[in-house]
């Protein structure tokens, strides 16, 4: 049960692009046409079950949002991903995990939303993320520090899959208080800040014939940093707390830390990069290599790669062949990567995920081995046989779609 797989990167969200007044400190969103930008978290937080520690885990929440168009009244029409990606850090003993050090993807949404100057949100009702909602939402006037205000807001959740099968997105009011702080250091440089603290109750409807929460309840407490100059935010932190009561008289909580930083994306010339990098594969006479663009950014494509049989475990060329490939991704520091596996089809669709998913684990943690990037910035992702790039009934077919791809990102 994730609940709160994106809450904490989807808060963030509602926190960023909102700059000083000429005079006086009166904050208001600022949208421009056409502004691309990622929010980027990790969330640390441990599971209790009746008060037991159940296992300690990380999320990775990846924003991908561009602004499509700016009204007259200043409000900004939005298009957003939100994908999110796990990691467990120790288990119920304390176990450190063993199992990799990569970001195993989990869940995507797609939304639409307008956001007016002060921070309200108008959201078509199929939507079901951001989860959080009208916050911040900004007074509309001038802020000296110590001064407090209050908004309404809520949070939106998924609430579809098992336990509690509730098909529509789930509402949760809440009051959001606020403090203008002044300036605080986030990273060494300074910053104006202000506190958002809210809580929420709630006893959601009784399901029929399934496990389902009683009763909701949690706190949140965020501290908020951004940078004037840029009129965008800078960054963010949280602690909180988040408690299922279930019909069968489990307790499940989350606790946990949070933080997060804005990054405006960088315009990726496509076919500058695909010509940079099959020049670099060419020089270097790697095999078995597609570089191509795909919707995500540019597919650096390992066809045929070798493992061992039903195994996650590369054959000691393909290494060598990685070695290389990764040399290539530090001359790109600046993009995130997405490592996808992929199989032929053989075996059942289960097999085929785990296989692919295993296989791109492989690869990924090989990349971390290398220092190629932090575990923060790849994220691993199967598709089993889902997305054939050849004819599956034919021995050539099925080798090429026997693959893993690293993919740079775009946003």
Do not use: C
Not at 249 to 277: C, F, N, P, W
Not at 289 to 306: D, K
Request: aromatic residues 12%; without cysteine; negative net charge.
């Amino acid at each position: 049960m994730r609940v709160r797989t994106v809450r904490a990167a989807i808060l963030i969200f509602f926190l960023i692009a909102f700059t000083a007044a000429a005079f006086g400190d009166e904050f208001e969103y600022r949208h421009t046409a056409g502004a691309r930008y990622r929010i980027l978290s990790v969330v640390d937080q441990a599971v209790y079950i009746n008060g037991t520690l159940s296992h300690r885990a990380e999320t990775l929440n990846r924003i991908a949002v561009d602004v499509i168009d700016v009204r007259a009244d200043g409000s900004g029409f939005h298009k957003a991903v939100f994908q999110s990606s796990e990691r467990l850090v120790y288990d119920s003993q304390q176990r450190l995990n063993s199992a990799g050090n990569g970001f195993h993807w989990t869940m995507e949404y797609e939304s639409e939303f307008e956001r007016s100057r002060l921070g309200r949100i108008t959201i078509a009702p199929q939507y079901f993320m951001p989860v959080v909602r009208n916050v911040p939402v900004f007074p509309g006037r001038n802020l000296s520090v110590g001064d407090k205000w209050y908004s309404e807001g809520h949070e939106v959740h998924d609430f579809r899959g098992e336990p509690f099968r509730i098909e529509e997105p789930y509402y949760i009011p809440f009051n959001a208080f606020y403090e203008y702080l002044g300036n605080r250091q986030w990273k060494g440089q300074n910053y104006p800040a202000f506190s958002v603290t809210y809580n929420i109750e709630s006893r959601p409807p009784a399901v029929r014939g399934n496990l389902y929460p009683v009763r909701i309840s949690g706190s949140f407490n965020q501290l908020v940093y951004w940078d004037r100059e840029a009129g965008q935010e800078k960054a963010y932190t949280e602690t909180f707390r988040i408690t299922f009561h279930m019909s069968n008289g489990l307790r499940i909580e989350y606790r946990g830390t949070a933080q997060a930083e804005y990054v405006e994306s960088e315009t990726m010339d496509k076919h500058r990069l695909i010509s940079e990098i099959i020049e670099e594969i060419a020089k270097l006479d790697i095999q078995d290599i597609q570089v191509t663009a795909v919707e995500e950014g540019v597919s650096i494509s390992l066809e045929n790669i070798q493992f061992y049989a039903d195994s996650d475990v590369m054959l000691p060329g393909e290494r060598e062949k990685l070695l290389m490939v990764a040399d290539i991704l530090t001359r790109y520091p600046g993009r995130d990567v997405l490592v996808a596996g992929h199989t032929a089809l053989a075996g059942t669709a289960e097999q085929r995920m785990t296989l692919s998913q295993d296989r791109a684990r492989a690869v990924a943690d090989y990349l971390l081995s290398r220092n190629v990037r932090s575990p923060d910035r790849i994220v691993i992702r199967g598709y089993g046989a889902e997305r054939p790039v050849a004819d599956n009934s034919t021995q050539e077919g099925m080798s090429r779609n026997r693959r893993v791809e690293i993919i740079l990102l775009e946003n």
